[in-house]
Nanobody, 123 residues
Framework: QLVESGGGLVQPGGSLRLSCEGSGFSFDAYDIAWFRQAPGKEREGVAYISSFGDLEDYTDAVKGRFTISRDNAKNTVALQTNSLKPEDTAIYSC??????????????????WGQGTKVTVSS
């Protein structure tokens, strides 16, 4: 399973560090992505990291502000979110896939999902 943590309420311009911890499977075999879903909007992919951490990708909306990283020894993937904006408000979920495709943010490719952690950016 995957379990997220680290969400909360933060003022615009602030930062949060989200964490995704895996258990019960070969964590280092899975590519991991973070998705988010804001109220009334479709789920969107935010950041991706390959199984060995040698490849990263970010959606344009978060480039330069978010950083994804992983520690396979601890079965964790982190998402450092900086310079947060109100439009970053959403439920953030991590997901894992073995498929290794080039479409990093196709939800149907991901077989493992966490329950999500809520991020609210508001003054």
């Amino acid at each position: 399973q995957l379990v997220e943590s680290g969400g909360g309420l933060v003022q615009p311009g602030g930062s949060l560090r989200l964490s995704c911890e895996g258990s019960g499977f070969s964590f280092d075999a899975y590519d991991i992505a973070w998705f988010r879903q804001a109220p009334g909007k479709e789920r969107e992919g935010v950041a991706y990291i390959s199984s060995f951490g040698d490849l990263e990708d970010y959606t344009d909306a978060v480039k330069g502000r978010f950083t994804i990283s992983r520690d396979n020894a601890k079965n964790t993937v982190a998402l450092q979110t900086n310079s947060l904006k109100p439009e970053d408000t959403a439920i953030y979920s991590c997901a894992g896939t073995l498929l290794g495709g080039s479409n990093y943010y196709e939800p149907n490719d991901y077989s493992l999902w966490g329950q999500g952690t809520k991020v609210t950016v508001s003054s």
